[in-house]
């Protein structure tokens, strides 16, 4: 039995935004109807939900249209901690995309399924109510074509639309127009060189000569390009890239941003991996394993200072912005803070084409130099003739990876665990090629099994609760400092 003057603990009950006391101060800049010079009807009319109210264009109440209902008070459209909206896009699958070949700055047109991503890409922007009030595209067809598309859908034709050589897709030089999987082939060159170009950030392509089938020094757009920028653009680094990019952006988008304009950028893979680099202050090596997916809007809210907001936790807990869209969880670690919105199931598998091309990269690595040992062995009379030492096939990965762009390549890590699990625990010494290719394919399906999901929906419910948990703990590390400071 209950002691007399003992109380039952009540439930702990959400507390409304409108009741915190940051609401409550927002709240105030709220602009006042005055009864005396308002509206004779009532501006809220009654209707079925909330859903259905800002699904309507205008109401009518007794013969005479009234205003639309309100758009929801939130606190970052009001004063310092207003948010810009920034939103990238990558152009709908090109004819050559689809051929898996180099395109750079050659100019191709979109497939049925890339005017399909463009059109859906639209409707996305119209679905999470994004109103835009500027576009900037490059000048070539398949991100212009995407962004006529993709702004007729959304019902936004008139937005103004800024063309600039500058967002163009980064050059492959000589490669452009040759397959990706048989250029190496084709111009001679060493296949994890090419591999390298694809992936890493500062090394360049083959240079691109005047009499290239698909030299673009004699077309008339880029006629106001000097000497020094056409040589520049013979074959571009993503570091290149940048150098021609971030300038525009930073004089531009950043000036239109804080005019208070809602940008769009319709571009390329390269252009855009680029910008989020930038934005996110991603390093150079972490940016390697990002997807730019086709079609599929990518959001970022910006703050005063034209930093990301982050989505799990500040968007949601400080700005009271509602989340939505796919953030890119296995990321979070180096620090993006974008959010897709789009389908899941495509973001997953653009994602594990990839993963498995830079799976496809590592093998080229370990095979090499598994051949390179072998080859050395031969010639001094030591091994050889596809057989190779453990101990010595182990230190030349082992000092492969002490490159920064190979310490963490998923199947060069594997291998030499696996090899260091033959010379410490079964004392073998020797291994054939053809022993060392079963080990490297075994690698591979076990690591194409345990591929994580990458994207996580902001919507997510346990997410949320996950989230809420973080904030109320920072909230806390926050209250403490004050008061020690204090």
């Keep these: 039995k209950e002691a007399p003057g003992k109380q039952k603990r009540k439930s702990k009950e959400p507390v409304p935004i409108s009741k915190t006391p940051r ?49 929801p008070f939130r606190l970052a459209d009001y004063g310092d901690d207003s948010l810009y909206t920034l939103v990238l896009l990558r152009h709908g699958e090109s004819e050559w995309n689809s051929l898996n070949r180099y395109t750079g700055w050659c100019d191709v047109n979109l497939t049925e399924n890339g005017r399909q991503e463009a059109r859906a890409a639209g409707r996305l922007l119209t679905e999470n109510g994004l109103e835009l009030d500027h576009v900037f595209t490059s000048v070539l067809r398949r991100a212009n074509f995407t962004t006529n598309m993709a ?48 992936r890493s950030y500062a090394t360049r392509p083959p240079v691109m000569d005047d009499d290239h089938p698909f030299w673009h020094g004699n077309d008339r757009r880029y006629k106001n390009l000097s000497e020094n920028q056409l040589d520049a653009t013979r074959a571009e680094s993503l570091r290149d890239t940048a150098g021609r990019i971030l300038p525009f952006f930073n004089s531009h988008v950043v000036s239109s941003l804080r005019s208070g304009n809602k940008c769009l950028i319709v571009s390329h893979a390269n252009t855009i991996r680029t910008l989020i680099k930038h934005i996110d202050n991603i390093s150079d090596e972490d940016i390697k394993g990002m997807t730019i997916p086709t079609g599929i809007p990518l959001l970022y809210r910006l703050d005063k200072h034209m930093r990301p907001v982050d989505p799990n936790i500040e968007l949601e807990f400080r700005y009271m912005v509602e989340a939505k869209g796919y953030t890119w969880a296995t990321s979070r670690q180096h620090g993006f803070h974008g959010v897709y919105l789009g389908d899941l199931e495509r973001l997953q598998e653009i994602q594990r084409k990839r993963d498995a091309t830079n799976r496809d990269w590592q093998r080229i690595i370990l095979r090499n130099i598994a051949r390179q040992l072998d080859e050395t062995c031969a010639e001094q ?10 101990r010595q096939l182990y230190f030349k990965i082992d000092f492969k990876m002490k490159e920064k762009q190979y310490a963490n390549m998923l199947l060069l890590v594997r291998m030499k665990t696996h090899l260091e699990n033959l010379m410490w625990n079964r004392k073998q010494k ?23 999901e990458p994207f996580v929906a902001m919507n997510c419910e346990t997410q949320r609760e996950k989230r809420s948990k973080e904030w109320d703990e920072m909230l806390a590390l926050d209250l403490e400092e004050e008061c020690l400071i204090k």
């Design 23 to 71: 609401g409550q101060a927002a709240a105030k800049l709220k602009p006042v109807n005055d009864s005396s010079t308002g509206p004779l009807i009532d501006p809220t009319p009654q209707t079925d939900s909330i859903e259905e109210q800002q699904h309507i264009t205008h109401f009518v109440r007794g013969g005479t249209p009234s205003d639309p209902v309100p758009a």
């Design 151 to 198: 702004l007729n859908t959304a019902g936004q034709h008139w937005v103004p639309v800024t063309k600039t050589w500058r967002l163009n897709e980064r050059h492959y030089g000589a490669l452009q127009g040759y397959n990706k999987d048989t250029a190496y082939e084709e111009l001679g060159i060493d296949q994890e060189l090419v591999m390298e170009m694809r």
């Design 381 to 390: 009379g030591l091994v050889g003739d596809g057989v190779m030492e453990v």
């Design 430 to 452: 020797f291994l054939t090629m053809e022993g060392f290719e079963n080990i490297l394919n075994k690698l591979h399906l076990d690591a194409e099994g345990h591929v994580v």
